[in-house]
């Protein structure tokens, strides 16, 4: 069975739970992933050291086996853009095996970049607790087990704010079903948004399920989260970001 075969099924919603009025979520993604022309040192890191770090097709039934060693708790991250988010809980947490996701082309140029120096993209080491998936995440949800995750992170995502794409967002109702099937019980999934109309949807999607705990967001960014590159550009501009935890129940 290929990853995209994988296993779909997810928790059903209780009847208690109010449906959200949106389309299902389009099986392709709409952001860019190719930027400007690829530099030859960013044509390295994705021919020579990505395939160092990507997360194994052969790991997904038991993901813990995807790391160098074995961790102690599995944690992704969906769509970390230039990866500081992600190099920053890595090197903060380094037991834990962290899986760190993103589509675009340049922003894993950008993370690459920062762990192995120039010229040594196929010989630098490169860490042993930290695995890219650079496709869809979805995807990687989909193929996941049942209760492999201990956290989720999901920083600042697109937030297609015109109605008509709110069937491209992130959170949505079909997908915080495939997140809550791989959370563990107790896991937390964090969630930032500096996007009044994501601020406003996220707190809607969430009021209409039954899957996680849900608190009211924090403004000021709680200790533990460190920043990213999109919440310094929303600060810049003076929008107030939200920090969300959801505890899966
Ligand atoms: C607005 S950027 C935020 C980047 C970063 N988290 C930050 O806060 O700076 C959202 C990122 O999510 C990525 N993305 C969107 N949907 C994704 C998906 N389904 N799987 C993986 N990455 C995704 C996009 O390519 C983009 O780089």
């Not at 739970?17 to 952001?31: E, F, T």
């Not at 960013?42 to 020579?48: A, F, G, N, V």
């Not at 042993?128 to 989720?152: F, G, V």
């Not at 709680?222 to 550009?233: D, F, N, S």
Request: aromatic share 8%; proline share 11%; glycine share 6%.
């Amino acid at each position: 069975m290929t990853v995209r075969q994988a296993s779909q099924a997810v928790p059903a919603p209780r009847e208690s739970a109010q449906p959200v009025a949106v389309k299902a979520p389009p099986d392709r993604l709409y952001g860019r992933q190719r930027g400007h022309p690829l530099r030859p040192r960013q044509q390295r890191l994705l021919d020579l050291t990505l395939p160092r770090l990507r997360l194994a097709e052969s790991a997904l039934a038991d993901p813990a086996r995807g790391f160098g060693r074995a961790p102690s708790e599995i944690w992704l991250e969906v769509g970390f853009g230039g990866g500081e988010h992600s190099l920053a809980q890595h090197a903060s947490h380094p037991d834990v095996g962290y899986i760190a996701s993103e589509v675009f082309e340049n922003g894993l140029c950008s993370l690459l970049s920062r762990l192995v120096p120039d010229g040594q993209e196929d010989t630098a080491p490169v860490p042993d607790r930290l695995r890219l998936w650079d496709e869809d995440a979805r995807i990687l949800l989909r193929a996941l087990p049942d209760r492999s995750l201990d956290r989720m992170f999901l920083m600042f995502p697109d937030p297609w704010p015109k109605a008509r794409h709110a069937k491209r967002r992130f959170v949505h109702p079909e997908t915080i079903r495939l997140v809550a099937r791989v959370l563990k019980p107790g896991a937390t999934w964090r969630v930032a948004s500096d996007d009044p109309t994501y601020q406003a949807w996220v707190e809607e999607v969430m009021a209409a399920q039954d899957l996680f705990d849900t608190a009211p967001p924090a403004k000021i960014r709680p200790e533990g989260w460190p920043p990213t590159r999109y919440e310094a550009k929303a600060l810049r501009a003076g929008r107030q970001p939200f920090y969300w935890v959801f505890t899966r129940r």
